[in-house]
């Protein structure tokens, strides 16, 4: 007898039987008594195993404007939208973003700028005449608070 509920039987060539009348029923094995019914006019009776061996290379999606996107996985496992590796956007707080970005429009930066360049830090500030300074700020100096003090 046919296992129905823990995975997919397999398919026997000239054995498995696909039954079509009111409704469509399939019988792996051949026995029409344990048939299990798949399509009927109530709907689909489908189970998750008849998809374990399901394998799609990508998902193309209609936008509600008629534009045509594609999701897929490269051969690292990134997501990529359209053949391009997917970035997620960031709000977390204490993380480190690598690499070349480019932005366009305005980018608004709050809470300071600090900038290393050569080894140093620089913090960059602008005064209330739109004056750019930049402040070198040097190593901690063993005081208590762990603080940095500005040179």
Same mark, same amino acid.
């Given at each position: 007898? *046919?296992?129905?509920? !823990?995975? $997919?039987?397999?398919?026997?060539?000239? +054995?498995?039987?696909?039954?079509?009348? &009111?409704?469509?029923?399939?019988?792996?094995?051949?026995? &029409?008594? *344990?048939?299990?019914?798949?399509?009927?006019?109530?709907?689909?009776?489908?189970?998750?195993?008849?998809?374990?061996?399901?394998?799609?290379?990508?998902?193309?999606?209609?936008?509600?404007?008629?534009? *045509?996107?594609?999701?897929?996985?490269?051969?690292?496992?990134?997501? #990529? +939208?359209?053949? &391009?590796?997917?970035?997620?956007?960031?709000? #977390?707080?204490?993380?480190?973003?690598?690499?070349? /970005?480019?932005?366009?429009? !305005?980018? $608004?930066?709050?809470?300071?700028?600090?900038?290393?360049?050569?080894?140093?830090?620089?913090?960059?500030? +602008?005064?209330?005449?739109?004056? +750019?300074?930049?402040?070198?700020?040097?190593?901690?100096?063993?005081?208590?608070?762990?603080? *940095? /003090?500005?040179?």
């Amino acid at each position: 007898m *046919t296992d129905w509920n !823990n995975k $997919r039987p397999e398919i026997l060539d000239n +054995v498995s039987a696909l039954g079509i009348g &009111k409704a469509i029923y399939a019988a792996p094995d051949g026995n &029409k008594e *344990t048939a299990r019914l798949l399509v009927a006019a109530d709907g689909f009776h489908f189970k998750n195993s008849d998809f374990d061996d399901l394998k799609l290379l990508n998902l193309s999606l209609l936008s509600p404007t008629g534009s *045509t996107f594609s999701i897929s996985f490269d051969d690292n496992g990134n997501l #990529q +939208v359209d053949g &391009k590796v997917y970035t997620t956007p960031t709000n #977390q707080s204490d993380e480190i973003i690598k690499g070349n /970005k480019t932005y366009e429009g !305005n980018t $608004r930066l709050s809470g300071g700028l600090i900038i290393n360049s050569s080894g140093n830090n620089y913090e960059i500030s +602008v005064d209330e005449n739109g004056n +750019v300074k930049a402040t070198k700020i040097s190593e901690t100096l063993g005081e208590s608070d762990g603080k *940095t /003090k500005n040179q």
